[in-house]
């Protein structure tokens, strides 16, 4: 079995808190605007703007927040699949934005991603056997017979057939395709893995079955995900702690159940408040933004959610607020809590 080969299974599908797997300190990545006849910078875009979060080793890390405000940026910077502008990311105690060349590509068995569109992240004119064995030819598995072999096992550890080895991507649905992408991601046996909106390009019969493969792999192989999300149920589901991102900032971290249940931040509270409630009959607190969501390109003064903020005051304007812990594992970056 691959569960044998690769680690023992976790009971009852809990999460292993051993230890910190992942560290990211004051991580920034900044895009820069170029124009007139020399191309020069004339502005940045603030994509990822001093970051910090962590996962512990067997957990799952909720990164959520409106469409541009960095999730996925950050996810692609923590993998280096995107240089980092500064900041600093440990994986293991290592710093991986220190490594280049062979140092980094062995480092990257480590630590792996799903991609949000299973149609995009397939390569069409490759076989179901090329696109999950590749990894393995890549680094170093050279028999034949051998690589066959692991691919075989990893597509059944994730539902699908060995019929479908010759198959190729255009063959099968979104969700077998996404499928095809997690067996993959999986095939070098990661610790990490960041997935980036896995199931958001999915039919809703579909995206249920793909979170409970996601975490039925969690389990069997004490995986650890960084997910990257808007839908705040799939959240729910799947996390252990949340992290809230606004305009390239974490504005909030807690455990899952503090954060569904007392949110500190107004933008959180707006975010919980947009969750379409299934029973017509109950009531509900309203909560709405006003404005629309400012440009990276030009952010506001001091605190970026000020201007659509209910609560907001001169503070707000002029400060940045930094990041508190208003109780145990639960942080804030609000000057309503000071």
Known sequence: MLALRWGQEREKGGPILSQTLLQVQNLKKYFPVRGGILNRTRNLIKAVDDVTFSIAEGETLGLVGESGCGKSTAGRVVLRLLPATSGSVLFRGREILALEGEELRRARQGFQMIFQDPYASLDPRMTVREIVGEPLRA???RGASEREARVVEILDAVGLDASYLRRYPFEFSGGQRQRIGIARTLILRPSLIVADEPVSALDVSVQAQVINLLMEMRAR????????????????????????MYL???????????????????????????????????????FTLSGDVPSPLDPPRGCAFHPRCPKSTKDCEERIPALKEIDEGHSVACHLYV
């Open 139 to 141: 680094y170093g598995i």
């Open 221 to 244: 192989f004490g995986l650890t995900y960084l997910f990257i999300a808007h839908d705040l149920s799939v959240v729910r589901h799947i996390s252990d702690r949340v992290a809230v």
């Open 248 to 286: 390239g900032r974490i504005v909030e971290t807690g455990r899952k159940d503090d954060f569904f249940e007392r949110p500190l931040h107004p933008y959180a509270h707006a975010l919980l408040a947009s969750v379409p409630e299934p029973d017509p009959f109950r009531a509900r607190t309203r």
